[in-house]
T-cell receptor
């Protein structure tokens, strides 16, 4: 059975600091996605990583994918309060079947 | 606004009852997914439909069923409700164009705002 593991599950950061969220998965996959969820809100797509070595950046967030290691990272640079949210990675297996990690709840403190 | 519409937003019902959750996907999206989000289980994949046909099944209970209609809207039916079924139920849609080998050209999911179900 496919397992998608994120760590850490909870992350409290100071503004201005850097940190990385990790997403490990247990089976071969073509695609990996990162989503953001604000409290009480829906999920919003952040990044789509389509191949080994793919790197995508948007503002202070950068995502990468290593399909050989079955690992994706979401790196946060110089965190700001607006980045506080829960971040999910999702792994795509056969036929667009999408499985999510447990989520990393990020809190950025002033 | 993701373009995915879910109704109702909130639903409060008693144990043993049956409810129907409704989802209208984004215009042009053929693929619909249902997820259950609870505090202790996280985001659990329930079922996926593509152009009216069931494509993938996750941890969906036998008491739950779903379908996608010719106009592409989808309904999730939950019956014999238990307290543990209380959760946020998300619908998501994607373009997911089918390839000749029956796999899909992939795209991110667009999520609705969810239906919060409370079973008392």
């Amino acid at each position: 059975e496919l397992k998608v593991e994120q760590n850490p599950l909870f992350l409290s950061m100071q503004e201005g600091k850097n940190y990385t969220i990790y997403c490990n998965y247990s089976t071969t996959s073509d695609r990996l996605y990162w989503y953001r969820q604000d409290p009480g809100k829906s999920l919003e797509s952040l990044f789509v990583l389509l191949s080994n070595g793919a790197v995508k950046q948007e503002g202070r967030l950068m995502a990468s994918l290593d399909t050989k290691a079955r690992l994706s990272t979401l790196h946060i640079t110089a965190a700001v309060h607006d980045l506080s949210a829960t971040y999910f990675c999702a792994v795509e297996i056969n036929n667009n079947d999408m499985r999510f990690g447990a989520g990393t709840r990020l809190t950025v403190k002033p | 606004d993701s373009g995915v519409t879910q109704t109702p937003k909130h639903l409060i019902t008693a144990t043993g009852q049956r409810v129907t959750l409704r989802c209208s996907p984004r215009s042009g999206d053929l693929s619909v997914y249902w997820y259950q989000q609870s505090l202790d289980q996280g985001l659990q994949f329930l079922i996926q439909y593509y152009n009216g046909e069931e494509r993938a099944k996750g941890n969906i209970l036998e008491r739950f069923s779903a379908q996608q209609f010719p106009d592409l809207h989808s309904e999730l039916n939950l019956s014999s409700l238990e307290l543990g079924d209380s959760a946020l139920y998300f619908c998501a849609s994607s373009v997911a164009t089918e390839r000749p080998d029956f796999r899909f050209y992939n795209s991110p999911l667009h999520f609705g705002n969810g239906t919060r179900l409370t079973v008392t």
